[in-house]
């Protein structure tokens, strides 16, 4: 229950910070963490919905806040967003056809594509009524179907993709994934739940600390530089590659 909660802690507050869902740390964390103290480690599947219910809550708990953000953008999240819930909930049943060792690979191929990203400098577009509103769909389409395999909001792929692809500046990125996450996970967390890979007691200690400190993290993300969140997004994606790949 303690590292649940510690977990949920960490992974809240990082996914107010920076706008992501948490799962980049979550995923890797559950799966690793657990032995480490002599409890039972988890499996893929459970990891996977495990962190699609930290993400869920995390999420909604940061969305409350964005929403109210200046930033925030009606059309990004919902046109995204709705993309995302489709391929999520596509993506959450289509898990099951693979093995835990595909899985894993899938989770190290999106965290490398994020990774580039984060590191092509582009120079951010003053408005957002240059959005390409077919586009926006087709990716969050295709970035919820590898979310949803592996239990993620998908938010640490749609930073880099809102800002290389769709050249957005960092507040707003941050204001508007963590609601797209939300939406999101929306899809992956009800399918992971009816499948049976949400132990809930486990669950309730995760989703406590993320509820608590996602607003926190959104909250002080305004006093942070767009260098020092790029670096932290690298850093976790880079950590998260290392563990999964050992």
Do not use: H, W
């Amino acid at each position: 229950m303690l590292i649940m909660l510690l977990i949920g802690v960490f992974g809240g507050f990082i996914s107010g910070l920076v706008g992501v869902g948490g799962a980049i740390i979550i995923y890797p964390a559950i799966l690793l963490l657990p032995p480490l103290f002599g409890v039972p480690s988890y499996s893929a599947y459970i990891a996977s919905g495990l962190t699609s219910s930290q993400v869920f809550f995390s999420t909604l708990s940061g969305s409350i806040k964005a929403r109210k953000k200046q930033e925030f953008s009606s059309l990004l999240v919902f046109r995204m967003g709705g993309g995302m819930i489709i391929g999520s909930m596509l993506g959450a049943l289509l898990a099951n056809l693979f093995d835990a060792k595909f899985v894993n690979t899938i989770y190290i191929i999106i965290a490398l594509f994020a990774l580039i990203l984060m590191f092509v400098n582009v120079k951010p577009s003053s408005g957002q009524t240059s959005l390409n509103k077919p586009l926006l769909i087709i990716v969050g389409f295709f970035v919820g179907i590898v979310s949803g395999i592996v239990g993620a909001g998908g938010a640490f792929i749609i930073v880099p993709i809102l800002l290389v692809i769709f050249k957005l500046p960092m507040n707003t990125v941050v204001a508007n994934s963590i609601v797209i996450a939300f939406i999101s996970s929306i899809g992956t967390f009800l399918i992971k739940l009816i499948q049976g890979y949400i132990p809930i007691e486990d669950a309730l200690f995760l989703i406590i600390g993320s509820v608590i400190f996602a607003p926190l993290g959104l909250k002080l993300s305004k006093n942070v530089s767009n260098f020092i969140q790029k670096m932290i997004i690298s850093i976790l994606i880079i950590f998260a590659i290392i563990q999964i790949a050992l």
